[in-house]
């Protein structure tokens, strides 16, 4: 028998990708819902194929840290593009250290049309400094540089309460340093700098794959027009909601508007500048849209000033959204898809709405359309529009359906699918429900296998980063989970630093795999090009190397 890196073209088919979302390994005990969940097929598999852990965090992902966690662009950016690029959090950074940010045309656009039009400044974002979607450190150096450099008299900041990439209940902790800086800002530059509006991310503004235009509907009543219940000053209104809420955590906190004895302070009029500070896409493109379209029906938008627009970054590479931005996205290209369209290889893309784009448009290179229609399929399975932890089985039982009658016909060469579960129920903190998300999973893992050894195709299984597996605060000095002061654990909501499975699962007799230990410190960018090697196409030499070897 001869060791071999690439199988043959008519190998076994199909060959199909589990990313498991937000499913990550790890030996903690308490707060662990992979580990406590009831998953017989994933235990099968581990038992029985070749398998290893990958890194899905940090500079192994393009993030500037390995301090920072993994999260699902980077991560599908990295599965898709078979080698590491650096990610907005890092390009962004670089683009405000050399200043190159303020030099580039769209900042100094906006800045002219401020100081033309008499007009206001806006920031609308993700208040956190998560670096997932945002970083604050951003918002306060571009605050500094218009009161500062450009004099810009009045800016507002419209902010998006965390509790999702941080902490779920520390948006004080962001809000109140904040309003302190702005007080010396304002005190030091003579200028007007406030908070105007806010709101829970999961309640206005930051809605994906047009899940719920509601939640952009409600953001633009918020920030744009200046309408809902008034405080006078966030903190005041994060307290109140609390009060008023028990138990609510930040991503949930109803919207707010500042407003003092002439009404609110910051909503947005003709002759406003308006920059969405988030770096990352997804859940930037239906506010962006909302700003930039100018036959936009999604909902009424009352009012619509005349503003000058602009997003950190380019959102969408191939619908341009939004026409204005910043700093330059990573310009991913050469993705698998594209070799393997190249080879005419029929590819199926399946997931729910809240893991669509992140199969299609983070798999490509943060792009929405095809490489070619006639070989790529993209199936959306309509996601509930419910807290998913009141859903914890989400779509995953429908996306199987389909899997399964899709690997029976034959009709596919390669078929990935995300199951969104872990993830999003591990960004509700809820335990019990997270253990639900992950069995839910490990049932419709069983349906898949079930099917791949049926047309003795291969079976991969991975995931994009960790979540489920932490679900409680773990203080880093001791290492000891947090408590509440009735004992009850701390919920953790974020993502974590954990690696991530790859499992390679061959249902044919015929085909023995294990995983090459030359390949060393493996993470996502080496699934590309063992995607190759499993459909016999020579990966390209730039890619991360492939995780198996062959004997047949
Ligand atoms: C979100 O947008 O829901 C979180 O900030 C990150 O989750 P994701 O990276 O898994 O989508
Ligand atoms: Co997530």
């Known amino acids: ?16 990708l589990v990313i498991m979302d ?26 029985h194929c070749p398998f290893t852990l990958l890194k899905a965090h940090g500079t192994a992902v393009g993030l500037p840290s390995d301090g920072d966690m993994g999260n699902s662009e980077v991560g599908h950016n990295a599965i898709g593009a078979g080698r590491v690029y650096a990610q907005g959090a890092r390009l962004v950074n670089e683009a405000l250290a050399t200043g190159r940010l303020f030099e580039g045309k769209t900042w100094q656009r906006l800045m002219n049309y401020c100081r033309q039009n008499q007009g206001t400044l806006h920031f609308i974002g993700l208040f956190s400094d998560g670096n997932v979607h945002s970083h604050l450190d951003h918002v306060k150096k571009m605050l500094e540089q218009a009161a500062f450099v450009e004099k810009i008299e009045r800016c507002r900041v419209h902010i998006l309460l965390d509790g999702r990439d941080v902490g779920e209940t520390s948006a004080l902790e962001y809000v109140v340093p904040f309003e302190a800086f702005l007080a010396s800002l304002n005190q030091q530059a003579g200028v007007d700098y406030r908070i105007a509006s806010g709101g829970g991310r999961m309640v206005i503004t930051m809605d994906r794959y047009e899940a719920n235009w509601d939640m952009v509907a409600r953001g633009w009543k918020t920030h744009v027009a200046g309408e809902g219940r008034f405080f006078a000053s966030a903190v005041e209104a994060i307290e109140t909601y609390r009060k008023e809420i028990p138990g609510v955590i930040d991503q949930d906190i109803p919207p707010f508007v500042i407003a003092d004895a002439h009404g ?30 100018e036959d936009f029906d999604k909902f009424p938008r009352e009012p619509y000033p005349k503003v000058a627009y602009a ?14 931005y910043l700093v330059e996205p990573p310009h991913i290209e050469n993705t698998v898809s594209a070799f393997l369209c190249a080879e005419e290889y029929k590819q199926l893309a399946i997931s729910e709405t809240q893991k669509f784009g992140h199969v299609t448009y983070f798999w490509n290179g943060n792009r929405s359309g ?14 509930d529009r419910v807290p998913f932890e009141q859903r914890p089985w989400m779509k995953a039982a429908e996306i199987t359906d389909r899997v399964v009658n899709e690997i029976a016909s034959r009709n596919y060469d390669f078929i990935r699918l995300n199951f969104a579960n872990g993830d999003m129920v591990g960004h509700s903190g809820v335990y019990q429900a997270a253990i639900v998300a992950v069995e839910a999973v490990d049932l419709c893992l069983g349906r898949i296998i079930k099917a791949v050894q049926d047309t003795q195709g291969v079976l991969l299984v991975t995931a994009d980063h960790g979540n489920a597996e932490e679900m409680y605060e773990v203080d880093k000095k001791t290492g000891r989970v947090k408590r509440h002061p009735n004992g009850e654990p701390k919920a953790k909501t974020a993502h974590t630093l954990n690696p991530v499975w790859f499992i390679a699962y061959s249902a044919s007799q015929v085909v023995k795999m294990r995983i090459d230990p030359s390949v060393k410190d493996p993470g996502l960018t080496n699934i590309a090009a063992t995607l190759m090697q499993l459909l016999g196409v020579e990966p390209p030499t730039f890619y991360d190397p492939p995780l198996l070897l062959f004997e047949f």
């Open 1 to 16: 028998m001869k060791v071999k890196r690439l199988l043959p073209r008519n190998g076994p088919r199909p060959l199909v």
């Open 370 to 383: 095809k490489f070619d229609e006639s070989l790529e399929t993209y199936v959306e399975i309509p996601s």
């Open 22 to 47: 937000g499913i990550g390994c790890a030996s903690n005990t308490e707060g662990n819902a992979v580990s406590h969940a009831y998953t017989p097929h994933l235990d099968w598999l581990l038992a």
């Open 311 to 324: 997003g950190m970054m380019e959102y969408d590479g191939d619908l341009h959204i939004p026409k204005s």
């Open 264 to 293: 609110p302070v910051g909503p947005i009029r003709d002759g406003d500048a308006v920059i969405f500070f988030n770096f990352r896409g997804d859940r930037a493109i239906e506010i962006s849209r909302a700003f930039e379209e």
